[in-house]
């Protein structure tokens, strides 16, 4: 009887974990019934997949749901959260670049344009991620648009029936079978000319209108944005 060694049986723990995180997943929605707002003002950016999504860390389930299988770039940070995260991205067929938008970021970010533009692949970022502050858009996804020339597509969800856990980002997990609803924001196009102060008027931008979706698609459902 062949013993694993303990790389491989790290490799296989991930595997598994991988595995099994995209199986939970795909319980809690199969049965749902999901409501699309908005999604026919930017269905020809989507379709071209030359975007930017961009959502809050909290809502992360449902949306990686839907687009399993888009082949999209994301940022993932390397920490042990992170790790889990990525395991079962890339068992949804996306394709994980490690690092955050602090810790080694610019390099990170580097990796990921570069990705975009050489593989012809979407962008993801999860821009309050991975630890916060809560609903705060850092600043990398609005470079990634200025230099790839993607337009940022604001993304979100909310569900009938969820667990708000008392995380610092208020994580949303979903009742399985639950209705859910995915709302679409405004596109945000940076020009490749933006520098300084307009460089943080988009961030703000992105940030207000990540909020305002966020809020409405909680109160379709009679909840309140935590």
Not at 52 to 67: C, G, K, P, T, V
Not at 145 to 173: C, E, H, N
Request: one cysteine or more; proline letters at 6%; aromatic letters at 8%.
């Amino acid at each position: 009887m062949q013993i694993l060694q303990p790389k491989k049986l790290q490799e296989l723990k991930w595997r598994l974990v991988g595995v099994g995180g995209k199986l939970l997943i795909d319980f809690l929605f199969w049965r749902s019934k999901i409501e699309r707002v908005g999604y026919e003002n930017v269905r020809p950016l989507v379709e071209s997949r030359r975007h930017i999504f961009a959502f809050w860390h909290s809502r992360i389930l449902l949306l990686s749901y839907i687009y399993k299988g888009l082949g999209a770039t994301i940022l993932v940070s390397k920490s042990e959260d992170g790790e889990i995260i990525a395991r079962v991205l890339q068992q949804q067929g996306q394709l994980c670049v490690r690092g955050s938008t602090r810790k080694g970021g610019l390099r990170a970010l580097a990796r990921l344009i570069r990705t975009m533009r050489d593989q012809k692949r979407p962008g993801v970022v999860v821009p309050d991620g991975p630890q916060g502050p809560r609903y705060k858009v850092q600043p990398g996804v609005i470079v990634m648009a200025k230099q790839t020339g993607y337009p940022i597509i604001p993304l979100t969800y909310s569900s009938r029936k969820a667990k708000v856990f008392k995380s610092w980002d208020r994580f949303m997990l979903p009742f399985p079978g639950t209705d859910g609803q995915v709302a679409y924001g405004e596109p945000i196009h940076v020009p490749a000319d933006t520098e300084g102060e307009a460089l943080e008027r988009y961030r703000v931008q992105l940030e207000e209108e990540l909020n305002r979706i966020t809020r409405a698609a909680d109160r379709s459902f009679g909840r309140r944005m935590p």
